[in-house]
């Protein structure tokens, strides 16, 4: 399998969709002029040889990764060999996790980091964060629900008196593209509760925040990326969902549109027969005919 990533050197070298690093794979960085401009094209070529089922972003890394493994699978049989190939791109889920985020990304003149916005990737962070605390810091539900309802309280307030901009103001040296964890404002918020919750639980649910912060980020980076995947399969094709088949050569293309919300789902089968195992099959099988009609003959003459 080979990994082909080009663009401007911010596209290619962000974590939208990181390209395997492992030492099965080798990897080589090129960079040329643009034509027409002074531009220059960052390329990455990534190659490895896979076999069976390969998942890059394994479950302990966090919601953040963009998901999309493969599996590869030859089913040896006595009269031909069937070969199916199967890539699965995640959905993100973004009209499930942040519905806002998603009619944002879908309107051209909205801003995907609207302040809005923000207050709803911090909720469902939050939300997400004391969920896998459960087994850390026992948090009875009805004590989340007041923790989650008090944050919305303040959010609401603030946009009702204007003042939700500088609640999620960021400072010059952060990216402006990009969601941020307010720990100042987490901290002040978590301090009503102080005396019921776990020492430390604050900066221990921060912690807990990161990696779905990092996955709303990835999300946004995603948006308006272009995919080609190409799949040879050996003999003939027996089903596949590409767009076009030239020779042995599928094609897919497709927009990270295809996979935001619902799994984009790569799927195609070929076969190749055997001739001399069949005609092999067909001698023998023949030939123990003949022997049985013998035999049979045979039975009928003693008789």
Not at 35 to 56: M, P, R, Y
Request: overall charge negative.
């Amino acid at each position: 399998m080979q990994f082909r990533s080009e663009g401007d050197e911010k596209d290619v070298f962000n974590d939208d969709f990181k390209l395997p690093r492992s030492s099965v794979w080798t990897s080589d960085i090129i960079q040329r002029g643009k034509s027409d401009s002074n531009e220059t094209v960052h390329i990455i070529n990534t190659q490895a040889v896979l076999n069976g089922a390969t998942t890059f972003h394994p479950a302990d890394e966090g919601p953040a990764p963009q998901r999309h493994p493969i599996n590869i699978i030859k089913q040896d049989g006595i009269f031909s060999t069937v070969y199916s190939l199967q890539k699965i791109f995640q959905g993100r889920r973004i009209h499930q996790k942040y519905p806002l985020l998603a009619h944002a990304m879908a309107d051209v003149g909205t801003n995907s980091t609207d302040k809005v916005v923000e207050t709803e990737i911090i909720m469902y962070c939050l939300k997400m964060g004391m969920d896998d605390l459960e087994g850390v810091n026992k948090v009875e539900n009805l004590l989340k629900e007041r923790i989650l309802n008090h944050f919305r309280g303040v959010f609401y307030k603030a946009e009702e008196e204007g003042n939700l901009f500088g609640l999620l103001a960021k400072s010059p040296s952060d990216n402006q593209d990009t969601f941020i964890l307010p720990s100042e404002l987490i901290r002040t918020n978590f301090k009503p509760f102080e005396s019921v919750l776990p020492p430390n639980f604050d900066e221990t649910c921060m912690q807990a925040m990161i990696p779905y912060i990092n996955e709303a980020n990835i999300t946004v980076q995603l948006h308006d990326d272009t995919f080609k995947f190409a799949g040879i399969l050996p003999g003939a094709i027996t089903r596949s969902n590409a767009d076009s088949i030239s020779n042995d050569t599928l094609w897919w293309s497709f927009s990270s549109e295809e996979f935001i919300n619902d799994d984009y789902v790569i799927e195609a089968a070929s076969i190749i027969y055997h001739p001399k195992r069949i005609q092999l099959s067909i001698v023998l099988g023949a030939l123990f005919l003949i022997a049985s009609l013998i035999f049979i003959s045979k039975k009928r003459r003693i008789r």
